[in-house]
Nanobody, 119 residues
Framework: QVQLVESGGGLVQAGGSLRLSCAAS????????MSWYRQAPGKQRELVAR???????NYVDSVEGRFTVSKDNAKNTVYLQMNNLKPEDTAVYYC?????????????WGQGTQVTVSS
């Protein structure tokens, strides 16, 4: 079992920045993928950004160049730096981890943190 605790959400004006954090209850060194998803009202949850165990990041096109995902293995934490925020970035943001343990797939979600961008 892995507990994930997100923080850093809030209300910000368009063009502003926020940094989300996701602290894991165990070492993330061997976790295959750590991801950030978001879900806006009335929409499906979508992948925003992810980082692999080797540190390679991937982003959805709509946030490329504005968001940066990173992780600190020593702190068991993954971050999402969000710059030049837009009203369409408003959503609940969720942290997700995926790894394999004795060949079994394990996936866990955080409780979510609200990000609201005003125009």
């Amino acid at each position: 079992q892995v507990q994930l605790v997100e923080s850093g959400g809030g209300l910000v004006q368009a063009g502003g920045s926020l940094r989300l954090s996701c602290a894991a209850s165990r070492s993330i060194f061997s976790i295959n993928v750590m991801s950030w998803y978001r879900q806006a009202p009335g929409k499906q949850r979508e992948l925003v950004a992810r980082v692999t165990s080797g540190g390679s990041p991937n982003y959805v096109d709509s946030v490329e160049g504005r968001f940066t995902v990173s992780k600190d293995n020593a702190k068991n934490t993954v971050y999402l730096q969000m710059n030049n925020l837009k009203p369409e970035d408003t959503a609940v943001y969720y942290c997700n981890v995926l790894f394999y343990e004795q060949l079994e797939r394990r996936e866990y979600w955080g409780q979510g943190t609200q990000v609201t961008v005003s125009s």
